[in-house]
């Protein structure tokens, strides 16, 4: 079968576009800017969703659901924040064929609606720390829209909690950021480089951002998650106040975390190859695939007496990562081996069994692996042992190759020269000397539209990539998504 997916070597925009078309994840909606994700595409969504779920209620994290529209009274009350996200806010002006009184934002983000019901629910240090997380859409206005990687609404959750002290807020940041790298690391095979944003790149409203930063295939970087400390600017907004241990008046220190629908168009660029995805087995919605062969009426009977005997049940008694083993038989008869093995190459499925005739007669199976291509006869009996060996395998080594391609394309640079000639011919990291001035941070965006990923550890004896003077950071810059 000829393949439709274009060579990301050629396109790697359009190569993208085909895997999650061909794969059948998402395709653009009627709404101009927003996307359908499909049954297959939503599958991996609720696997990210039920680990990183897990994850954070192991942090004392409560579900619950607030309203999609925000009274615009809200979203003014504390002034970075409103300023951050006024491009990008979708407005309510008329209901019920009547112009509203007071206008609605369509949930961008839940800080302040969350944040008018904490000042009624925190009232004594008995009450903290709060902790509360949302699974939600949000709308954006996005000029740009691309499936999963930016669209005018998109699913995340957002996680929200108050404390005593900017102390245990720290420790929040920090727990909400590590959920969000073994969700990528563990789950995803995505290594990523964890850190804090700089002032420019914050969150709007925050006192810090920090952030997991993925390396594409394609040399861009993708902001895999933010964890963020909101100090109190919110809690003297909406008045978020308790009385602590000695009777007295305090303000709550706060954080909020979130990651969405984006981490799918991470999956699809970290591991994809000219034949569409490559998934990790944890996160696959089926992790093997069994194709049986035969040409006549009787060749099929005797495979699927084996299939019934010997693989079907083997497999069915199969757990890994505490889940049942994921697999399906695909035994349509309208559809080839051949076009068979390319629609679930195409969508990535980690493991695949082959059984025809000549296996039957050897009491064998075609294990075929899709990380590496490579197929091997292997025995019946092997089967029980082999395919969650296999599994974990892949799943280790596609972070191992997905982590050396994120070592092996980041780079460091002294002077503007040799900044310029790393992003233009290899793309990826570029660890460069910054003295910390937004001028300068700035001059480098506008220069080379590459900007500061994370912050990186201090520097000596290094000059400021753009002003020359003494440098204090070394962050990670590149061009992101």
């Known amino acids: 079968m000829p393949s439709r997916i274009t060579d990301p070597q050629k396109d790697f925009p359009q190569w993208y576009q085909d895997v999650v078309y061909e794969a059948d994840l998402a395709e653009h909606a009627p709404v101009k800017g927003c996307m359908i ?37 809200f979203l003014t009350k504390e002034s970075e924040h409103v300023e951050g996200f006024a491009p990008e806010v979708a407005w309510v002006t008329h209901g019920g064929g009547k112009e509203l009184e007071e206008k609605y934002a369509v949930r961008p983000t839940s800080e302040t609606i969350m944040y008018d019901a904490f000042s009624r629910w925190v009232q004594s240090y008995r009450d903290l720390p709060l902790k509360i997380n949302q699974w939600a859409n949000v709308v ?83 902001q895999m998650g933010t964890s963020h400390h909101l100090g109190q600017n919110f809690a003297k907004a909406f008045d978020i106040t308790f009385l602590n241990a000695q009777g007295e008046k305090s303000l709550v220190w706060q954080t909020s975390w979130g990651v969405s629908t984006r981490m799918i168009g991470g999956l699809v660029m970290a591991h994809g190859d000219t034949k569409g995805l490559v998934l990790p087995p944890r996160i696959a919605p089926t992790q093997v695939v069994i194709v049986p062969i035969g040409k006549t009426e009787e060749e099929m009977r005797a495979v699927a007496s084996v299939l019934d005997r010997d693989i079907i049940p083997v497999l069915a008694k199969l757990t890994l990562w505490d889940e049942p083993v994921r697999y399906y038989c695909d035994d349509r008869r309208q559809q080839t081996p051949g076009w068979k093995y390319n629609h679930w190459e195409v969508k990535g499925v980690p493991l695949r069994i082959e059984i025809g005739p000549k296996d039957v007669a050897q009491q064998a199976v075609m294990i075929a692996r899709r990380d590496t291509g490579e197929k091997s006869p292997q025995p019946l009996l092997s089967l029980a042992h082999l395919v969650p060996s296999l599994l974990n395998d892949i799943q280790a080594q596609l972070l191992t190759s997905h982590r050396a391609f994120t ?58 990539l753009i002003c020359r003077k003494p440098a204090t950071l070394t962050p990670y810059f590149a061009v992101a998504y």
Not at 145 to 174: C, D, K, N, S, Y
Not at 422 to 431: A, D
Request: charged content about 30%; glycine content about 6%; hydrophobic content about 40%.
């Open 37 to 73: 994700i499909k049954p297959y595409g939503y599958a991996i969504w609720e696997r990210m969703r039920d680990f990183l779920d897990r994850e954070i209620k192991r942090l004392g994290v409560q579900n619950v659901y607030f309203p999609l529209f925000i009274p615009e009274r």
């Open 140 to 222: 954006r206005w996005e000029m740009r829209p691309r499936l999963f990687l930016r669209t005018l609404e998109f699913l995340w959750q957002e996680g929200h909690t108050a404390h005593a002290t900017r102390e245990e807020a720290e420790i929040m940041v920090a727990q909400a950021l590590r959920a969000y790298q073994a969700l990528s690391e563990e789950v995803l095979s995505i290594a990523v480089v964890p850190g804090r944003k700089s002032d420019a790149e914050k969150f709007a409203g925050a006192d810090y951002t920090t952030t997991i930063e993925g390396l594409m295939r394609d040399g861009k970087a993708l």
């Open 407 to 464: 070592d092996a394309h980041t780079h460091q640079s002294r002077t503007m020269d040799e900044f310029l000639s790393l992003l233009q011919s290899n793309g990826g990291f570029i660890r460069a000397p910054w003295c910390g001035n937004l001028a300068c941070e700035k001059e480098v965006k506008a220069r080379t539209k590459a900007t500061i990923r994370l912050v990186g550890d201090s520097v000596a004896e290094s000059s400021c």
